[in-house]
């Protein structure tokens, strides 16, 4: 699984039209948001760290909420731009993540489980195991 790694609002009119997870990197305004939303159609989960998930609006939230689009708080450990512009989450531990999840784990239980073995924020763990994105 990858997520595209926004730095800035330049970038927007960069993306392909056909990502559908992203990691916002910066403190966006609304209006990015909304940008995101049309660039993207296809836009499944917008990761944002966690000082700007607290201050982002209750309309944006619902927006997004009624487009489907899941908004979740957290950080790409360990990644650089300089490298590549997507942060990747490796084959095993989304397997591992969906074994969990299919093994009845809790949704506790599962996110101590992969925080133990790699630095993935809770929410994204959550995440992946709700929608059982496939690797």
């Known amino acids: 699984m990858k ?4 730095s800035s609002k330049k970038e ?9 997870l992203i990691h916002l990197a910066y403190h966006a305004s609304n209006a ?13 989960m917008i990761q944002v760290l966690p000082s700007y998930h607290n201050t982002m609006s209750d309309a944006i ?3 997004m909420d009624l487009q489907g689009i899941d908004v979740l708080e957290g950080d790409v450990h360990g990644y650089r731009k300089d490298m590549d512009e997507y942060f990747a989450i490796d084959d095993i531990t989304m397997k591992e993540i ?5 093994g009845g784990a809790s949704m506790e239980d599962l996110t101590l489980q ?8 809770s929410d994204i763990i959550k995440y992946i195991a709700k929608t059982r994105i496939t690797a």
């Open 3 to 6: 997520l595209r790694v926004i």
């Open 12 to 20: 927007i009119d960069t993306l392909n039209p056909k990502e559908k």
């Open 32 to 44: 990015d948001y909304l940008d995101l939303m049309k660039k993207c159609p296809r836009l499944r």
């Open 61 to 63: 939230q619902m927006f």
């Open 98 to 102: 969906a074994g969990l999840a299919d």
């Open 114 to 121: 992969i925080q133990e073995k790699v630095m993935l924020d």
